[in-house]
């Protein structure tokens, strides 16, 4: 099993929509967690850290399951700039940050 | 602030062939990372670094060597390329390592045949 595990989509979605991706990961003492986007052949950057009682960024949801072990990212009223590879993150120890291969979201006019 | 930077951004190397990826970050982070990113899949981490003069196996090192003599700088060698080491590496820093943010440079388009 993949430490973190996400469908890797893609999501194909109209302007407007609301869109969802979950992540699971396998190891319980995973300490935070995280959602980066990454554009075509470009960096990962940052978009938001997931805390234990859900989070929001304006459009953007983020929310963690310990008991489960997922977390979960979504998306109001996408807007075609949200076109990206949204990667899933996770801190095995202080050290060691492991990613998910990433789900791919393109969103239509 | 130029951030996380990273040349070259891409190159083409014969098997057997050495070469050394730089990247340097002027945000005076002491922690920093090299990842390789292969299609398809997650960014896997090669070495990392908590301060000069210190450096550390990640999850994938084999191939490759790490140094970090001064904060700003930390360079990654190839010394046999292989053409397993066909990826697209990413450099990354930050300032603290209990889950801080990653800055990225801009990546390294590299091909072994």
């Known amino acids: 099993r993949k430490e973190v595990e996400q469908d890797p989509g893609p999501f194909n979605v109209p302007e407007g929509a609301t869109v969802a991706f979950n992540c699971t990961y396998s190891?319980?003492?995973?300490?935070?967690f995280f959602w980066y986007r990454q554009d075509c052949r470009k960096e990962p950057k940052l978009l938001m850290s997931?805390?234990?009682s859900g989070n929001e960024d304006g459009r953007f949801t983020a929310q963690l399951n310990r008991a489960s072990q997922y977390i979960s990212l979504l998306i109001r009223d996408s807007k075609l700039s949200d076109s990206a590879t949204y990667l899933c993150?996770?801190?095995?120890?202080?050290?060691?940050?492991?990613f998910g291969a990433g789900t791919r979201l393109t969103v239509k006019p | 602030n130029a951030g996380v930077t990273q040349t070259p951004k891409f190159r083409i190397l014969k098997i057997g062939q050495s070469m050394t990826l730089q990247c340097a970050q002027d945000?005076?982070?002491?922690?920093m990372y090299w990842y390789r990113q292969d299609p398809g899949m997650g960014l896997k981490l090669i070495y990392y670094?908590?301060?000069?003069?210190?450096?550390d196996k990640g999850e994938v090192p084999n191939g490759y060597n790490v140094s970090r003599s001064t904060t700003e700088d930390f360079p990654l060698r190839l010394e046999l390329a292989a053409p397993s080491q066909t990826s697209v590496y990413f450099c990354?820093?930050?300032?603290?390592?209990?889950?801080?943010?990653?800055?990225f440079g801009s990546g390294t388009q590299l091909s072994v045949l």
């Open positions: 945000m005076n982070h002491n922690y």
């Open positions: 990354a820093s930050s300032y603290s390592n209990r889950g801080a943010k990653l800055f």
């Open positions: 993150v996770v801190n095995k120890n202080n050290n060691d940050m492991r």
């Open positions: 190891n319980s003492a995973s300490q935070s």
């Open positions: 670094s908590v301060g000069a003069g210190i450096t």
């Open positions: 997931v805390y234990s």
